[in-house]
Nanobody, 121 residues
Framework: QVQLVESGGGLVQAGGSLRLSCAAS????????MGWYRQAPGKQRELVAR???????NYADSVKGRFTISRDNAKNTVYLHMNSLKPEDTAIYYC???????????????WGQGTQVTVSS
């Protein structure tokens, strides 16, 4: 059984900062990728940022230069540092991990429960 537990959401004024954390636990052999997605009311879920293996992070154009994703492999944890927040960043933020539970298994996607980020103008 695998769990992704997110924390760090909340209410912040425009221009402020927040840091989200997501820790994966359970039967984990390896994690291929970790990332953050968000879903605003009435909109589809979209990629915010992700790290695949040891490669460079990918960011949505709307957050480049403001958000930074980082990963602590020893703790199976991914972080999202959000600066210069805008009202349009308001959404539920979801953590996603593509992981394997054994050396012979294919990667499987797991999602966190989501954490609300609200940016007031």
């Amino acid at each position: 059984q695998v769990q992704l537990v997110e924390s760090g959401g909340g209410l912040v004024q425009a221009g402020g900062s927040l840091r989200l954390s997501c820790a994966a636990s359970g039967s984990i052999f390896s994690i291929d990728a970790m990332g953050w997605y968000r879903q605003a009311p009435g909109k589809q879920r979209e990629l915010v940022a992700r790290i695949i293996g040891g490669g460079s992070p990918n960011y949505a154009d709307s957050v480049k230069g403001r958000f930074t994703i980082s990963r602590d492999n020893a703790k199976n944890t991914v972080y999202l540092h959000m600066n210069s927040l805008k009202p349009e960043d308001t959404a539920i933020y979801y953590c996603k991990a593509d992981l394997r539970y054994s050396s012979m298994s294919y990667p499987r996607a797991y999602w966190g429960q989501g954490t609300q980020v609200t940016v007031s103008s």
